[in-house]
């Protein structure tokens, strides 16, 4: 892996969708896709956005979080914690529609998130998928997903919120020849860096995820 230092570093070309095992457990809305563990804990994220959408985002945020199904979540463990309740998909990338947007603020769409990690690479990760997004003027997939250490499971307070050690993001752009950008980011020290499916695969075995990505 190489540290991500400039923003788009390089790209990874693959001619086909990425793939992955999908969870049991799934809440869908539309283009918005919620995927829960075996903890009914966040998991993954996925958001699949056509270009005409893309044109239509604006400013405007619902910024009201809600529970849509029985589970862990509540928004008191995370005060004073340091941590975020850091979105998997960002809620601006989703304001072309307001219902849609509001959604974004389900608890199963974002998972504690450093805050120096939340607002500082994370959010300028995001911001160079939408620069991406301009750049290609193409429908993509973006995926981003938490990573747990399974075999040490760490909690928010005394909740049974888990804290991830890791947070990946995956943009696949439609183009004639698919273009895929991958990324982790570490929820310990903040830092991102640019990755293949080969070395998040080996990342998510060794902290004995049940996902797999093809």
Known sequence: MKLLTILLLSTITLFGQVSFNEPKSVIKHNELTLYLDSD???????????????????????DKWH???????SK????????????????????YNDTLNHHSFSFYNQAPQLAGFNRGKWKRLEMSVEDS???????????????????KKVYLGKSKIKIPEM????????????????????????EVMIT???DLNGVLEQNKSSIKFK
């Open 196 to 198: 293949n499916i080969k």
């Open 133 to 151: 997004i301009s750049k290609y003027k193409s429908d993509v997939i973006i995926i981003t997903g938490v990573i747990y250490n399974e075999t």
């Open 40 to 62: 009914n804990n966040s998991f993954i994220s996925k958001h699949e956005l056509k270009y005409n959408n893309f044109l239509k985002l604006d400013s405007d945020r619902d």
């Open 167 to 190: 947070y990946y993001k995956i943009l696949y752009i439609k183009t004639k020849k698919p273009i895929t950008y991958i990324w982790v980011g570490s929820n310990k020290n903040g």
């Open 76 to 95: 008191e463990p995370y005060l004073y914690s340091g941590y975020d309740m850091g979105h998997l998909t960002p809620s601006h990338i989703t304001s």
């Open 67 to 73: 529970s849509e199904i029985k589970g862990p979540y």
